[in-house]
Nanobody, 124 residues
Framework: KVPLVESGGGSVQAGGSLRLSCGTS????????MGWFRQTPGKQREGVAA???????SLTDSVKGRFAISRDNVKRSLDLQMNNLEPGDTAIYYC??????????????????WGQGTQVTVSS
């Protein structure tokens, strides 16, 4: 399968915002479940947010109220709007397609399409 492509990462100060995008040409993003994960050195990849095929959303507790996941029908991408960023959000962010069973953020099992990721760095 064609890997997804993440973009939009960068360096910001605490309290700042970033918007990440994920897409790939030819992939029918609008009809499929997708999500965002993040990873820091020495730690397992952590589920952050998911958007299912029915537009239902899931967010991990640590980002609720600060992050939002959505589809951009113009750019044909899956976006992650990150507001009020904290140093603990520093990580490489990856997007992926959901497992057949649905958007389980507690595990990377079954998720595919992993790209190279995009680095987000938040300084205090």
């Amino acid at each position: 399968k064609v890997p997804l492509v993440e973009s939009g990462g960068g360096s910001v100060q605490a309290g700042g915002s970033l918007r990440l995008s994920c897409g790939t040409s030819g992939y029918p993003y609008s009809r499929n479940c997708m999500g965002w994960f993040r990873q820091t050195p020495g730690k397992q990849r952590e589920g952050v947010a998911a958007l299912d095929s029915g537009s239902g959303t899931s967010l991990t507790d640590s980002v609720k109220g600060r992050f939002a996941i959505s589809r951009d029908n113009v750019k044909r991408s899956l976006d992650l709007q990150m507001n009020n960023l904290e140093p603990g959000d520093t990580a490489i962010y990856y997007c992926a397609r959901c497992p057949w069973a649905g958007p389980d953020l507690s595990s990377t099992l079954g998720w595919d399409g992993w790209g190279q990721g995009t680095q987000v760095t938040v300084s205090s």
